[in-house]
């Protein structure tokens, strides 16, 4: 029987919605046998998934996808099978969460500035089992005390890039995002470069050490998908793929929308230097 996987999913570690026992449960539901737990900026929801996995043989990877900026641009650098209980990673990984949470304080002192007083730090903390808080959880509240009627709205008017409220984060390039992972062991590949658009730096990327393409990713015709496996052959780079599953709040996905053959995951096994 074929085995499948969905290499990409959040948990309310980081901005889904969805606990431990929730993913494992739609990742039995959709016929999965492996999944990747890769919260932003935090290895906090790995331990508990594989815990909530174990009586059902689900297969849990380890991963993290890392907020990187080149040239003002948002870039998401997946990280798989390192050594995430390493201390010093950990220590490297509680930088940028407390980053995230003085983020969140200029965030919420901006929307005081435009007349929305009425947030607290702790509110919005609270809805993150982690320290990796972030826009969706600050759109939430937004949602929740009537300043806005959607998610989308408050990334339209106060938090997307540029916006009234935005707050730029934790400056990490991915070149070092790339070394920061290859010193635990681990693989690093680009997220979602069908939606990041920077096809024209991967050379580059792969010069540092990037070890593979998301080429399967939600709303990708197979013909992107193929470009981005030829781009990753190319470069001698593995391709993964994934849901990018955030509970309910991205709507349009889910554990499981993107399925990929096994076959990748061990191919991914096999390009990190510690499974070799
Ligand atoms: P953060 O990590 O705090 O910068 O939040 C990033 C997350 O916010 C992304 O993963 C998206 O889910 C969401 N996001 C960013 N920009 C937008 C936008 N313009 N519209 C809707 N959601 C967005
Ligand atoms: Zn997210
Ligand atoms: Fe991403
Ligand atoms: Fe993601």
């Known amino acids: 029987m074929s085995k499948w996987a ?10 889904s919605t969805s606990s431990p026992q929730e993913v494992i449960q739609q990742a039995i539901d959709q016929g999965l046998s492996c999944i990747a737990i890769a919260d932003h900026d935090t290895v906090d929801g790995i331990a508990p998934t594989i815990e909530a996995a174990k009586e059902f043989g689900i297969e849990v990877i380890p991963a993290i996808e890392l907020s990187a900026e080149l040239n003002g641009k948002d870039i998401h650098i997946l990280a798989y099978l390192f050594d995430y209980q390493n201390e010093e990673l950990n220590r490297q990984l509680e930088i940028m969460q407390n980053a995230r949470i003085q983020r969140m304080e200029q965030m919420i002192d901006k929307l005081k500035q435009l007349g929305f007083g009425n947030i607290s730090l702790e509110e919005v903390c609270g809805l993150v089992h982690s320290k990796a808080v972030g826009r969706p959880h600050l759109a939430l509240v937004l949602k929740q005390k009537g300043y806005v009627t959607s998610l989308q709205e408050a990334f339209d008017r106060f938090l997307a890039d540029g916006a009234a409220a935005y707050v730029p984060k934790f400056k990490q390039t991915p070149q070092e995002a790339i ?59 593995v391709v993964t793929g994934g849901s990018d599953a955030h509970g309910a709040a991205k709507k349009h996905t889910f554990v499981g929308r993107v399925k990929i053959p096994y076959d990748l995951v061990e191919k991914l096994k096999q390009s990190v230097p510690t499974h070799a």
């Open 6 to 15: 969905d290499l990409h999913i959040h948990t309310f570690y980081s901005d």
């Open 179 to 237: 070394e920061l992972i290859k010193k635990y062991g681990g693989v690093t590949v680009l997220a979602h470069p069908m939606v990041t658009g920077v096809d024209e730096l991967i050379a580059q990327f792969a010069k540092w050490g990037l070890g593979g393409l998301e080429a399967f990713y939600p709303n990708t015709p197979a013909k992107l998908s193929e470009f981005y496996c030829n781009l990753a052959s190319k470069h001698q780079m």
